[in-house]
């Protein structure tokens, strides 16, 4: 009586972590339908190219020099590089290849912040932009970048992800399997939550937002992710996040694990804050305007707590299930469910993983090989992150230094 009672309340306790995951996978399904692309306009908008840059001057020429290479009409794109707290020659860097450069005139503790000065002085002396696209200093930008963020503008999107894609997928096992992430958000996040008409997510580079949004509070935010709020902000405005894959971000990632862990406790760490400072307005938001896209951000910022979660319960049913064998002598169907889930899970994660590479077109060997079989210790080591989180979150923004200095041609996009 009491062994059946103790499964009845494992069953029940997992519930919530279950319908959790059926929630993502659902969403998921819809990443393997085709995306409908933009209707084609012709070079309306002027944008602006903002870059926030501490120490980048190893790699910020190049971004400069294929923003140049646009193939949109130069007269209707400028290129803006917003220096702080640097201690090289990133400045000297931006004007050399031809960029405008912004300096704040107050102390800067983090990239929301250098943007929310730009965008303030920009509106106050220079309102003649239609739209202004975010970059990371190490990125390399797709020659068709600004038509198709043009496209997406003149159809009316206020606001839009562009595809972020990889520059060093095979260099390291962690370069590769960030690669691999963000290619498995690109696709079963991104392209499905546009596709059923929510809001996709900002990924901190590589988007887009109109001179309209901008107007409306500027861009101002207080969490070590701007992206993340700055969309959940948005979407309490009733707006959304256009997914526009055709516009591509080639980004550099770590090649250390060390690195990575740096740079995903950061994120963890912001994406708490947002949770904790918005799940209740979003709340407050659906019950208002009954938006799901309110419900599904506070899903997707709830995400720290329910790994954590998720993992807690899952060692607990597993240790109490292993002591319930050794006291009864009886196995389970739950224990061999704990069992077959978790060595199955790690072998399909080798599949999905080659699954993910070959659906966004590329070459299993342009990936380091490794990658495909350490992605489930990748997620794996997220759990951990996000435990560290909340027992002792960061309090500052700290810089990724970046050091693959690559130009298109040294890519080797056709190999």
Not at 59 to 85: C, M, R, T, W
Not at 177 to 206: K, V
Request: aromatic share 16%; net charge neutral.
């Amino acid at each position: 009586m009491i062994v059946n009672s103790i499964y009845v309340i494992l069953f029940v306790l997992g519930v919530p972590f279950f319908a959790y995951g059926i929630y993502y996978l659902v969403i998921g399904l819809f990443g393997y339908r085709r995306y409908n692309k933009f209707e084609r306009h012709e070079p309306e908008n002027r944008f602006g190219a903002v870059i926030a840059a501490r120490n980048e001057g190893l790699v910020i020429g190049n971004l400069i020099e294929s923003l140049k290479a646009q193939h949109y009409p130069a007269d209707k794109l400028d290129i803006f590089v917003l220096p702080n707290n640097c201690t090289d020659n990133t400045e000297a860097v931006a004007l050399k290849h031809g960029a405008k450069v912004f300096h704040c005139s107050s102390k800067v503790h983090s990239k929301g912040g250098a943007l929310e000065e730009f965008f303030d002085d920009t509106f106050a002396t220079n309102d003649n932009y239609d739209a202004f696209c975010i970059f990371d200093a190490d990125n390399l930008v797709d020659p068709d970048f600004f038509i198709h963020m043009n496209d997406a503008l003149c159809s009316g999107e206020t606001i839009a992800q562009g595809y972020r894609e990889s520059k060093n997928p095979c260099d390291s096992w962690i370069s590769g399997c960030q690669s691999i992430f963000y290619w498995t958000l690109n696709r079963f996040m991104n392209l499905p939550r546009f596709a059923l008409g929510m809001s996709a997510i900002l990924n901190g580079t590589g988007f887009m937002v109109s001179r309209e949004v901008l107007k409306d509070g500027g861009f101002r935010t207080f969490s070590l992710t701007e992206d993340i709020e700055f969309t959940t902000q948005n979407i309490m405005k009733g707006r959304r996040v256009a997914w526009v894959p055709e516009a591509t971000t080639y980004d550099e990632h770590p090649l250390a694990f060390e690195t990575s862990w740096k740079q995903r406790k950061r994120w963890s760490t912001g994406t708490v804050e947002c949770f904790a400072h918005y799940a209740p307005m979003l709340w407050k938001n659906y019950k208002e305007t009954k938006d799901w896209k309110a419900i599904d951000m506070i899903l997707y910022l709830a995400a720290p707590l329910i790994q954590v979660l998720t993992s807690l319960y899952s060692v607990s049913t597993f240790v109490i299930l292993s002591l319930l064998f050794v006291n009864t002598q009886v196995w389970s169907d739950a224990l061999t469910f704990a069992c077959v889930f978790s060595i199955g899970g790690t072998l399909l994660s080798f599949g999905f993983t080659a699954m993910v590479v070959k659906m966004e077109h590329h070459k299993l060997k342009q990936v380091r090989r490794s990658s495909y079989f350490t992605f489930w210790f990748f997620l794996l080591s997220w759990v951990f992150i996000n435990v560290v989180c909340f027992v002792k979150p960061i309090k500052s923004w700290e810089p990724i230094e970046h050091t693959k200095s690559v130009n298109f041609a040294q890519l080797g996009l056709d190999e």
